[in-house]
């Protein structure tokens, strides 16, 4: 912009005169008025006021946006995709069934609380929501002590947890990690599929001889999902989940909260592929997540947000955009107010353009003075400036 402009204030100056016989004099007071007016001050100004604006009025509002970049792409989110676990849901779960296959009496017994303090000792040094319910459900029924805990624990991303208890390799996992690698009877199939019907989530475990048993999860639904769901519909933004739980578990939640598309059974590598899918179908996709196994998809989405209040220090790390408050109400408010900054920048753009536009076509036909073109270059970036700082006081 700025070479082209002292280019065509240059030739202003030299050609009329050259070319047409104009007074010297007169071409370069218009060729000067001309570049005062380009002055691009109003036109470099209007989007960095704006943004800082809008970044710090989010801020007062609990969400952390870290640039401008990612405000101004938040504007142009058009799907939003929900991790489910800790954030359409509390993400504190509690242990609801511990089963163990040998129980005959179908109640709670010593082999059903076995089968939860070994599960405790391998989940016990994670920091997973699901995690922390068996470890508060073994603390409850004072089973922390049955077991030290475990050693070398390997997490088996989106699948479950394994470690060494007492020279045994201890796996805690889901259905489909045991359906894959532990052959266990139907009857557990039945009392997995039971559970899950009920819209908990099941864990199985195996004492790597033998599938022992169970433990069957529930997560409470946030209060606030199925508004917030509802608000971004109104904001023509598609709702998506995408889970590593259960297909059952996952469609109960999704129909609880109003979401359409569900896609389950994903693990940290599938969701990446999701987005993927879903970037080529919506151009510019947001995604919601709380957890460690979310971050390769924070990474991979155009912006990615990430629960604060709950969220792993990994989550919050990649995310681009922090809900500090753990509170999904302030997810339609980070998309209004980026929406509402674009539209902020686009004024001031189109508004300094079309001025310097209007007031360089007077210069060139001497309709307009050297102190105008100041007050006009000066007024303008008053006027974008003071318009960038109306996003302080949104709403």
């Known amino acids: ?65 870290k640039g401008g970049l990612h405000l101004e792409t938040l504007g142009k989110v058009q799907a939003l995709a929900f991790d489910k676990t800790g954030t359409l849901t509390r993400g504190e779960p509690t242990v609801t069934t511990s089963r163990a296959l040998d129980c005959v009496t179908g109640i709670d017994c010593a082999l059903c609380d076995d089968v939860l303090a070994l599960a405790a000792a391998v989940e016990r040094r994670s920091a997973h929501p699901l995690a922390r319910a068996v470890t508060q459900a073994a603390e409850q029924r004072s089973l922390t002590s049955t077991y030290a805990a475990a050693e070398s624990v390997l997490t088996l991303a989106g699948r479950g947890v394994q470690g060494q208890v007492g020279g045994k390799l201890i796996t805690v996992g889901n259905h489909a990690l045991f359906d894959a690698e532990h052959p266990h009877p139907l009857a557990i199939c039945e009392q997995v599929g039971a559970l899950e019907a009920a819209g908990q989530t099941t864990m199985l475990l195996c004492d790597g001889d033998r599938v022992r048993g169970l433990i069957g999860v529930a997560d409470m639904i946030r209060p606030e999902s199925g508004a917030v769901v509802q608000q971004l519909k109104d904001l023509n933004i598609t709702p998506i989940m995408l889970t590593g739980d259960n297909a059952t578990v996952a469609q109960a939640v999704g129909a609880a909260v109003g979401i359409a598309e569900v896609r389950s059974h994903l693990l940290p590598a599938d969701k990446v592929t999701a987005l993927q899918a879903l970037q080529r179908q919506y151009h510019t996709v947001a995604m919601v997540g709380d957890g460690i196994n979310d971050t390769p998809a924070l990474a991979t989405a155009n912006v990615g947000i990430a629960m604060g209040g709950a969220g792993s220090a990994q989550a919050m790390e990649t995310a681009d ?75």
């Not at 402009?5 to 060729?31: H, N, Q, T």
């Not at 809900?323 to 300094?352: E, T």
């Not at 310097?356 to 400036?385: E, H, N, P, R, Y």
């Open 321 to 395: 955009v922090v809900l500090m408050a753990n509170d999904l109400h302030q997810l339609p408010y980070a998309l209004r107010i980026a929406r509402f900054v674009r539209r902020l920048m686009a004024q001031n753009i189109v508004f300094s353009l079309g001025t310097k536009l209007i007031f360089m076509a007077l210069a060139l036909l001497g309709g307009t003075s050297l102190w105008l073109a100041i007050l006009a270059d000066v007024g303008v970036s008053l006027l974008v400036t003071l318009n960038g700082m109306r996003a302080v006081r949104f709403e």
């Open 1 to 65: 912009y700025t070479p082209g402009v002292v280019v065509l204030a240059l030739l202003v100056a030299i050609l009329p005169p050259l070319l047409l016989g104009g007074v010297w004099a007169v071409w370069l007071y218009r060729a000067l008025t001309l570049l005062v007016i380009a002055c691009p001050c109003a036109l470099v100004i209007s989007a960095p006021v704006t943004i800082i604006s809008g970044i710090t009025a989010a801020a007062r509002h609990g969400v952390l946006i």
